[in-house]
Nanobody, 126 residues
Framework: QVPLVESGGGSVQAGGSLRLSCEVS????????YAWFRQAVGKGREGVAA???????IYADSVKGRFTVSRDKAKNILDLQMNSLEAEDTAMYYC????????????????????WGQGTQVTVSS
C-alpha cells in the first residue's frame, strides 16, 4: 500500500487552532485503527488520538476537550482538529494505521501500527 501523507501542520500562536489531515483511502475494508501520534524534541513518540472503523474514539488525557479525531468515510480522510493549542503541543505529528481486531484502538503503544506517514510539524508559540 502507498505511504500515508499528513498535511495541515504549521505555526500558530497559543490559543489558536490547526486541522491536520491524512488521506486513508488505501486503508478501508478491514478492522483498522486510525491514529495520530506526536513526538517533541527530546521526547518519545506518544499517542494523541485514534478512531476505529466504527467511529469510536480514544484520546490522550493531555488533549481531551481540545482535540477531536474523526474519519470522513465519504472522502476517506482522517482529521485531527486541534483547538486551544498550547506550547506543549509543539511536536511532529504522525498519521498511523493499524489492523486491530480488539475493542479499543491502542494509543499507549506504537506496536500495533505498521503504516506511518512522514510527519507534519506543528509549532505553537506563546
Amino acid at each position: 500500500q502507498v505511504p500515508l501523507v499528513e498535511s495541515g501542520g504549521g505555526s500558530v500562536q497559543a490559543g489558536g487552532s490547526l486541522r491536520l489531515s491524512c488521506e486513508v483511502s488505501q486503508y478501508v475494508g478491514d478492522t483498522y485503527c486510525y491514529a495520530w501520534f506526536r513526538q517533541a524534541v527530546g521526547k518519545g513518540r506518544e499517542g494523541v488520538a485514534a478512531v476505529d472503523r466504527w467511529g469510536s474514539t480514544i484520546y490522550a488525557d493531555s488533549v481531551k476537550g481540545r482535540f477531536t479525531v474523526s474519519r470522513d468515510k465519504a472522502k476517506n480522510i482522517l482529521d485531527l482538529q486541534m483547538n486551544s493549542l498550547e506550547a506543549e503541543d509543539t511536536a511532529m505529528y504522525y498519521c498511523a494505521v493499524a489492523i486491530w481486531p480488539g475493542a479499543t484502538c491502542p494509543i499507549k503503544s506504537l506496536f500495533a501500527y505498521n503504516n506511518w506517514g512522514q510527519g507534519t510539524q506543528v509549532t505553537v508559540s506563546s
